[in-house]
Structure formats: C-alpha cells, structure tokens
C-alpha cells in the first residue's frame, strides 16, 4: 500500500525532513544561548572576584570599643622537678617564696638546710578574652625567672593572675606542657627549643569579669589598626549607605565615631555584626620597610620613582697566601730551610655593571625589574634605596627596622 501511492511517500519523505532540520536549528539556538549565558557568567565570575579580592572586610581592619582583651600576669612556684630547680645560692627570692607558701600552709620550713632543686621561681602570663565569664577557662603560659634548667614534669602551684588595676581576675594551677628538652654528658649537651617556657591549655579558671553594657550604647568608636585619611572615609561612607543616613563621621586618621541609629536601638550586637560584613578599599601610603639584620625589602604598590638613572659596581680585592718552602741542596753543608711568602693579589671592579634608567612614575614592577637587570643583591638593593631617597626620586617613605 506504501510502494502504491509515490506522491504520499514523497509528501512523508518531505515532512520528516523538514521536521528534522527545525529539530536541529531548535538544539543549535539552544546551545548559542547556552554558551551565551555560560561566557556571561563567566565575565561576571571574574570581575567580581577581582573586585572582591581588592576589598576588605571592614572586621579585618578595625577594632570596636569595648571589644578588647585584657592582660594578667601573676607570679608562682613550679614544683615537682627532677633537679632541674632555681639554686640556692643564686636564686634566693626562689627559697623565700617556698618558705612564704609552707607558712601559710602551716609548715615552718626556716632551716638552712632547705633545698631548692625541685622549684623554681616564675612568672605566669594570660590574656583575659572580651566578655569572658566567671568559671570558663583560659591558656597560660609560664617562663622561669631564675636559673631553673627545665620545667619539664613541673607542676604550677595556685597562682594569682592580676591586671594592670591590680585586682585578681583568675587563678591558674596545673601540670606543665614543655615543648623543648636539654639532655647531655660530661662532653656534649644538646638542647631543643626552650625547656624553661611551658604552657597550660586551659590553665586558669577567671574569677572576675569585666562589665561592659553594650546594648546601652549609644554611640560606637571605630578604631582603625592602620591609621589613614582615605580608609577612615570609605568606611564612614559604607556604614552610612549601609543605614541610610550620616550616622558615621571619621573624627581622624584613626577614629570613626557612629550614632546608633534607632532602627537598632538596644540591639548594638546586630549593628556591629552588619558593619563588619561590610567590604572596603584600604589605602596605603607608599612605603619602603628595610630591614638590614637580615636583607628584607617590602614595597608597597604605590612606590614611584621620577626619572633617575643608576649604576652599581663594588670593588673586590682577594688576596691570597700560599707559602713554598725552600731547601738547599742534598748533601750541601751550607743553606738552611726557610719559608718563602708568595702573595697573590686579585682585583675585581665589575667593569661589566651597565648604566640602568628608570623613567619618571615607573611602577614597582618596573622598578623590581631595573634593580634586577644589574644583578645586585638585598643589600645593595638597600643602598640604593636609600641613595634614590636622598636624591628625591623615590616618592616614598622609607622604614628601617
């Protein structure tokens, strides 16, 4: 019945291919707009992750009032080591601490034959955390104070932990962890890391806290860690556009003073919580920091450097001393041994070093890559520095560490 009707075969024949062919224009529209919209995801992708990693959380760059840790320091008697204890004769104030402490317990220890190999003197450091609470615990480190040889297997007695009002704000006690050691014989000793410096996690349990109403407040202070004029400005203008109103204003390079504003009056935690998600452009000053101990040079992005041109050479002088004996002849009976000096003198004044210019507002790259082409080191890095500052091409500060 098909073979019979050719027209009708050839009208089907037709039909599917023209279906087939819209089929097939439909996937390729589909897959254009695909690729269109992947390539614009992808342009989006990047320009928002540069611009995210050229800004800063403002939490990172600022600290709020009120929200600050405190420091405790006490002095106690570590007990239980093996010899390893302050002595006598040069530690004193080590025996009348122990004798203090057997008083007071009950004990009457005043008896020149009291030992102090087993103690020894230190002090007890802790930082007290923002808004810590009675009964939690915090780390203290301890440092022995007289001529202790290790505190390893020493144990903390109570000790008292004061701040700078001299009130007590807790109390530490506990074994010590010690993570270096001193071993040796009668001909060699070896030490690692620091026997006398111990630590306690968890050492200390807070007796006193702090108050400090922040749901009261009614203006916050916005301290910034590294001062500036534009960055005090930029977040003043992020906190505003944030509320919607000029509720921030930078008092100085370093200060940033904010009303709380109603909408999150008696809810200061919430206020300060959506300011610290807030993303700002720090500013730097161009900076040059140089440390000469050990050759380091940091630059910051905004160094520049007006037209100057540089050249560098050292002279080297090597001299060198190789000595040749000098003995008569076999069976002479005249002449004698001597040494004969030969002295070899070698001068280098790297003629080869070129003449370098840096053109005017040259990049830090560009300055990296001149200083580079001459071949020079840290430290004559350093020099050159300085004598580009002291020919007034360098456009920045320069630190010396």
Do not use: C
């Not at 999150?264 to 452009?281: F, K, M, P, W």
């Not at 050292?314 to 004698?336: A, C, H, M, N, Y």
């Not at 990049?363 to 840290?378: F, H, K, M, R, S």
Request: glycine fraction near 10%; proline fraction near 4%; charged fraction near 20%.
């Amino acid at each position: 019945m098909y073979l019979a009707n050719p027209a009708s075969r050839e009208w089907g024949t037709g039909e599917r291919n023209e279906q087939m062919t819209n089929r097939n224009h439909t996937k390729i529209r589909g897959f254009g707009r695909f690729f269109v919209s992947v390539l614009i995801l992808t342009i989006y992708l990047l320009v928002y992750d540069g611009t995210a990693q050229a800004q800063t959380r403002i939490k990172d760059i600022v600290d709020f009032e009120g929200i600050r840790e405190n420091m405790l320091i006490g002095y106690g008697l570590v007990v239980g080591l093996n010899g390893t204890g302050d002595t006598l004769t040069t530690s004193i104030f080590t025996r009348e601490s122990l004798v203090g402490m057997l008083e007071r317990l009950g004990v009457n220890a005043r008896d020149d034959a009291l030992r102090t190999d087993n103690v020894a003197a230190v002090m007890v450091t802790a930082t007290l955390p923002p808004f810590s609470k009675q009964g939690t615990r915090i780390d203290v480190s301890i440092s022995a104070v007289g001529d202790s040889e290790s505190l390893l297997g020493g144990t903390l007695l109570v000790t008292p932990l004061v701040g700078a009002d001299g009130e007590v704000y807790a109390v530490a006690q506990g074994p010590i962890a010690v993570g270096g050691f001193e071993a040796g014989g009668d001909a060699e000793t070896v030490t690692r890391g620091v026997p006398t410096n111990g630590r306690i996690a968890s050492g200390a349990i807070i007796e006193r806290e702090i108050a400090y109403d922040m749901q009261r407040m009614d203006t916050v202070r916005i301290s910034l860690r590294n001062p500036d004029f534009t960055t005090a400005r930029r977040i003043a203008q992020a906190i505003n556009a944030l509320v919607g109103g000029p509720i921030a204003q930078p008092r100085d390079p370093g200060t940033v003073n904010m009303l709380v504003p109603d909408s999150y009056r008696g809810n200061s935690v919430a206020l300060i919580t959506d300011i610290e998600q807030l993303r700002v452009t720090p500013d730097m000053s161009a900076k040059v920091v140089i440390d000469e101990q050990t050759g380091i040079i940091v630059m910051g992005e905004n160094v520049r450097i007006s037209t100057v041109a540089i050249a560098q050479g050292s002279l080297t002088i090597r001299i060198t001393e190789t000595p040749q004996v000098s003995q008569p002849q076999p069976f002479s009976e005249k002449g004698d041994t001597v040494t004969v000096p030969r002295t070899q003198v070698e001068i280098d004044d790297d003629a080869d070093k070129r003449l370098t210019v840096l053109n005017k507002g040259v990049t830090l790259q560009e300055l990296v890559d001149g200083l580079n082409a001459l071949g020079i080191g840290p430290r004559d890095m350093i020099s050159i520095l300085q004598a580009i500052k002291a020919a007034g091409a360098l456009q920045a500060e320069i630190e010396l560490l």
